[in-house]
Structures are given as structure tokens and as C-alpha cells.
């Protein structure tokens, strides 16, 4: 069965980076697009970033130039390098897989929480 | 960026009756339209895609409808297990959420 498994949440401190791992199994990881979503405490859900099977990536207006995402098809594993962060970047951050290459998501992980804070 | 808005913010509703959720876009978003249920301390899970396509093992009781900037996510009969909070997305042009509807016990 497919599976999700966050890792590389934690606090950290304002300006610090962080960088998040999803680990993927059950499914073909190579060909579907993969999604960074997060949710700050008590509040909705905000997409972050996207990786194409092929590697192309887009970011929410409001990520770009501080996070980065990528893929290791050999390690079926996700990656988001977050940089430069700040208060209002304090969330659950979710991996999921997208279905058919459209970007809504099929399959979620359990979330890793990142706490921006001095 | 698509602006989502849902309404009502809550919705009590009491078990076995019918609950109509909401959801508007700030343009067409053609029929890609998606909706998920998410219970606390749990992540997404999907409903709905393609605006009115449930997802595999969704049960029949969860319809949606709509196209354009206007959607609707029915839930036929409500179940213990179907009191959560809902979401829609949009993702015709990148990805954008609505805030969710809270659906509580009446």
C-alpha cells in the first residue's frame, strides 16, 4: 500500500534553514508528481511547492527563492530545503502524490511539524 | 492566484440528516475542482475530484457538483464518522484552498 512518511521537522530558530524528507513506497515514485502542503497551527492548508516526475518544480509565490524542492527517484524520497525562515513558516508540513499529474492529491503522509521560533 | 471562499464557516448539522457545503472561486476553474475531509490530528483525505468523481472507497452518501466558480459537496446522510472540517481546491491553475467548512454535531 502506498505510504508517506515525513522526517527532518523540528524548531528552529528565525533565518535558520531546515530540510524535510518524505519517504515513498507502494507505488512507482518516478512517474507521479509529488506536493509539499502545510498547515499552520489551527489554520487551513497552503500549497507549498511541486516536483514534476521529470523535475520541474513550482512554488507558491511566498516560497519561491527560500525553499526548494527535489526528488531522489533512487531513494523514492522527497525532498523540501527551506531557507530563510521565518515565524509565519511555523506548520505541519505534509508530503502527497498527485494522481494523473493534476495537482490534487490521492495519498498524504502523517506530517512533520516545523516550528519557526527564537 | 485562484481565491478560494467556502461557506458556511460551520454547519451543525444533526446525524442522519443532509449537509450541503459550499465553495466559490474568484474565476472559472472549469470542473478542476477537488474536496477533502480532515479530522484532527489526522491529514487530508480525498473526496471528491474532477468536482463531482469520488475517490476510490469514498462512500456514495459523499456527492459534489458544480463548474465554473461555483461547487457544491453533499453529504447525504451524516455519519458519526463524517463530522470534520472540509476543504476545497481548486487546481485548474496551480493550487489553491479554500479556508474549510467546520461540520459539527447539531
Known amino acids: 500500500q502506498v505510504q508517506l512518511v515525513e522526517s527532518g521537522g523540528g524548531v528552529v530558530q528565525p533565518g535558520g534553514s531546515l530540510r524535510l524528507s518524505c519517504a515513498a513506497s507502494?507505488?512507482?515514485?518516478?512517474?507521479?508528481?509529488m506536493h509539499w502542503v502545510r498547515q499552520a497551527p489551527g489554520k487551513g492548508l497552503e500549497w507549498v511547492a511541486f516536483?514534476?516526475?521529470?523535475?520541474?518544480?513550482e512554488y507558491a509565490n511566498s516560497m519561491r527563492g527560500r525553499f526548494t524542492i527535489s526528488r531522489d527517484d533512487s531513494k523514492n524520497t522527497l525532498y523540501l530545503q527551506m531557507n530563510g525562515l521565518r515565524g509565519e513558516d511555523t506548520a505541519v508540513y505534509y508530503c502527497?502524490?498527485?494522481?494523473?499529474?493534476?495537482?490534487?492529491?490521492?495519498?498524504w503522509g502523517q506530517g512533520t511539524l516545523v516550528t519557526v521560533s527564537s | 492566484e485562484i481565491v478560494m471562499t467556502q461557506s458556511p464557516a460551520t454547519l451543525s448539522v444533526s446525524p442522519g440528516e443532509r449537509a450541503t457545503l459550499s465553495c466559490r472561486a474568484s474565476?472559472?476553474?472549469?470542473?478542476?475542482l477537488a474536496w477533502y475531509q480532515q479530522k484532527p490530528g489526522q491529514a487530508p483525505r480525498l473526496l471528491i475530484f474532477?468536482?463531482?468523481t469520488r475517490a476510490t472507497g469514498i462512500p456514495a452518501r459523499f456527492s459534489g457538483s458544480g463548474s465554473g466558480t461555483e461547487f457544491t459537496l453533499t453529504i447525504s446522510s451524516l455519519q458519526s464518522e463524517d463530522f470534520a472540517v472540509y476543504y476545497c481546491?481548486?487546481?485548474?491553475?496551480?493550487?489553491?484552498f479554500g479556508p474549510g467548512t467546520k461540520v459539527d454535531i447539531k
Open positions: 502527497a502524490k498527485d494522481l494523473s499529474g493534476a495537482s490534487y492529491y490521492d495519498y
Open positions: 507502494g507505488f512507482t515514485f518516478s512517474t507521479f508528481g
Open positions: 516536483i514534476r516526475y521529470n523535475g520541474h518544480a
Open positions: 474565476q472559472s476553474v472549469s470542473d478542476n
Open positions: 474532477g468536482a463531482s
Open positions: 481546491q481548486q487546481y485548474n491553475s496551480g493550487a489553491d
